[in-house]
């Protein structure tokens, strides 16, 4: 399964969508992808209110794909480190790692295949993909980095923070050092200024967390997936910053709209809003400050269990009501 908006912002962030009659890079990597679906190139997966959000490939459409993409040089696949020695005669742009034997977990890539990646743009972890580089510094040109999996541990060095040109960065269900990653990292703001798609899974999250993301200038699309949040703390609040963000995907097992309050003047951008959490740790009231969000134009809230029209969901029906354009879309699991 193949997510919509994280293929849309990759072709972003590779450079592979232009800018077309004034429209923004976002839109014309939308019409991209609605013109492989018109085709049958990619089919749909599965839908929500605003359409398409993830899609599939057939399997002969896939082995047609792969068979181009080595003949042209556009994606090269690597399930060990010998697949990626015989890359050292190419300028390898995008690479996907599938590192899944034996033994292959403790392998190091050697200094000379590395300098042989300078040019790759476009990285992807997969499984126990941990025969990397020890330095992500020999990535110079990386845009789009994708690492996570349920049953992988893979370490990023620290010098992740100084690839200056990196656009997407997706970290989910990951350990960092054999430790979940307990909260935001601080380092994320200050070298990460080209930063457009953050996908962040963290142990729990606070104010001070939410201040640092919102240092991000260019984050336009925040997944932000919280297991708690830290014991005294009341609320979570969004205040200045965030002066590019339109969608915010927040999700927590506990009451997540008790504590999060929007202040005036907050995401002056955000379009649309996505809110994921249980029904049972819900006291019945919307987040704080909805009213503030100004440019809202849709609000979908995701519960764990169903709840009638007549309670809960209403009080997130009456924080639109009166906006115009806001479409409220009760998605209750």
Known sequence: ??????????????????????????????????ELINRSLIQPESTDTE?????????????????????????????????IGRQNDYKVRRLSMYFRAAGEENGMISLTIANSLTQVRSLALFANSMCMPSSLLFFECLRVMVAGDASAVIELPTEIHGLQYLETLELERLKVAGWQLPRVPRWICKDLGNLGHLNLLVKVTSTDDIHVLAELPSLTILYLNVIDRPKGETTI?????????????????????????FLPGVLPKLQHLEIYFDEWEWGGAPPDGMDHLLGLRSLEVYMCFHCSESGHSLSYRRATDNRAGCVFADATQ
């Open 51 to 83: 359409g398409i959000v993830s899609c599939r490939v057939h399997d002969m459409m896939l082995d047609l794909i792969l068979s181009k993409c080595a003949e042209d040089n556009f994606v090269s696949v690597a399930y060990n480190a010998e697949n």
């Open 1 to 34: 399964m193949i997510m919509r908006d994280d293929l849309i912002m990759q072709w972003v962030a590779e450079g592979c969508v232009s800018h077309s009659h004034g429209k923004d890079l976002e839109h014309v990597a939308k019409s991209y992808f609605n």
């Open 237 to 261: 609040i969004f205040g200045m910053g965030f002066p590019a963000l339109e969608q915010l995907y927040f999700c927590c097992g506990r009451d997540a709209p008790s504590y999060l309050h």
